[in-house]
């Protein structure tokens, strides 16, 4: 799976007359706010999409550290976005990983309602043992 990795943006900006300030500005965003993202790794898909088109590097440049800047494709019409936004999910999961994580956490959430019932039944034999009272709706509404 690929990783973001937005710390390219501050060797693309360097680049740049400007830098970080002018980038910054050209898609709309704080100084800090940029700094913000690029230290925490998140960005907003499309602010990463008007990085890519200042820097004339495809989206999936932020994604693979491996790959070099190579000029942005000049796309018409709304094929632009079909094909951004796929370059953005060239990393993501595939079906079959995201079905096993779904059925792994599946199997957890099994395992935790049969031990919450294990315990429910341990503390129900113990209040019995001594003789504490169960709620009844009477005594709750009381209460």
Do not use: W
Not at 60 to 80: I, L, M, N, V
Not at 110 to 127: G, V
């Amino acid at each position: 799976m690929k990783i973001m990795d937005l710390k390219k943006i501050k060797k693309l900006s360097e680049k740049r007359r400007g830098g970080l300030t002018k980038v910054a500005a050209d898609i709309g965003m704080s100084v800090p706010n940029l700094h913000r993202c690029i230290n925490n790794n998140e960005i907003k898909a499309s602010d990463l999409e008007n990085l890519a088109k200042i820097f004339e590097v495809p989206v999936s440049y932020f994604f693979d550290e491996e790959e070099q800047p190579a000029p942005a494709k000049k796309r018409k019409g709304c094929g632009d976005a079909i094909l951004s936004v796929a370059e953005t999910l060239a990393g993501a999961p595939s079906r079959e990983e995201l079905q096993a994580k779904i059925d792994h956490l599946e199997e957890e959430l099994a395992s935790a309602r049969r031990q919450m019932d294990i315990n429910y039944r341990y503390i129900t034999m113990l209040e019995q043992q001594l003789g504490i009272e169960q709620p009844t709706e009477k005594n709750t509404a009381t209460a």
